[in-house]
Nanobody
Framework: QVQLVESGGGLVQAGGSLRLSCAAS????????MGWFRQAPGKEREFVAS????????YYADSVKGRFTISRDNAKNVVSLQMNSLEPEDTAVYYC???????????????WGQGTQVTVSS
């Protein structure tokens, strides 16, 4: 089993920044990709970004490209999401996820965190 705990959410004004972190623990030996997803009220959960543990290759949704940066700290088993130039449309619950599959673009993940709220005021 893999446990994922998100932190760093909060309230920020439009144009501001937030940094989310996801601490991973448990049986991580077969986890290859970490990702971030979000779900806004009344909407389906959507992919935000992913990163591969082994080589650090990243993949982003078009809606966040150039504003968000995903990174990983292999020594600490932490994945972060730096979010800049935030917009009210970024308001959502953000979820950390992990999967065994090595493909960055496939969105079928095996493990999920509980989520952290991000609210961007206009």
């Amino acid at each position: 089993q893999v446990q994922l705990v998100e932190s760093g959410g909060g309230l920020v004004q439009a144009g501001g920044s937030l940094r989310l972190s996801c601490a991973a623990s448990g049986s991580l030996y077969n986890i290859n990709v970490m990702g971030w997803f979000r779900q806004a009220p009344g909407k389906e959960r959507e992919f935000v970004a992913s990163i591969r543990w082994s080589d650090g290759i990243r993949y982003y949704a078009d809606s966040v490209k150039g504003r968000f940066t995903i990174s990983r700290d292999n020594a600490k088993n932490v994945v972060s999401l730096q979010m800049n130039s935030l917009e009210p449309e970024d308001t959502a619950v953000y979820y950390c996820a992990a999967k065994r599959d090595v493909a960055l673009r496939l969105v079928a993940y095996d493990y999920w965190g509980q989520g952290t709220q991000v609210t961007v005021s206009s």
